[in-house]
């Protein structure tokens, strides 16, 4: 199982990236996935999951209604769109299998908003 997050950087408060997750060694239409990140000093938080088949969508309260989630199983890659970013949002983004357990992490894209 590999998961390759890309996409992170420097933006400023009020900006827009997009995160990109390549997995490979698992059949990910098969699986839900998760974006879980890491704010520096802090423990990890849980950010947004989105499900296989029904395609349920789920957000942390924190980035409800500024980002958005979604998959292309044909290109086996989980996307995070993230808007209205701030400074607070700045963590290592990490992509994760699965909802309930996050069985394997990728290695994490950094993320920081800054003026």
């Known amino acids: 199982v590999q998961l390759v997050e890309s996409g992170g950087g420097m933006v400023q408060p009020g900006g827009s990236l997009r995160l990109s997750c390549a997995a490979s060694?698992?059949?990910?239409?098969?699986?839900?996935m998760s974006w879980v990140r890491q704010a520096p000093g802090k423990g990890p938080e849980w950010v947004s999951g989105?499900?296989?088949?029904?395609?349920?969508?789920y957000y942390a309260n924190s980035v409800k209604g500024r980002f958005t989630v979604s998959r292309d199983d044909a290109k086996n890659t989980l996307y995070l769109q993230m808007n209205s970013l701030k400074p607070e949002d700045t963590a290592l983004y990490y992509c994760?299998?699965?909802?309930?357990?996050?069985?394997?992490w990728g290695k994490g894209t950094l993320v920081t908003v800054s003026s």
């Open positions: 994760a299998r699965s909802i309930a357990n996050m069985d394997y």
């Open positions: 060694g698992f059949t990910f239409s098969n699986y839900d």
């Open positions: 989105i499900n296989t088949g029904t395609g349920n969508i």
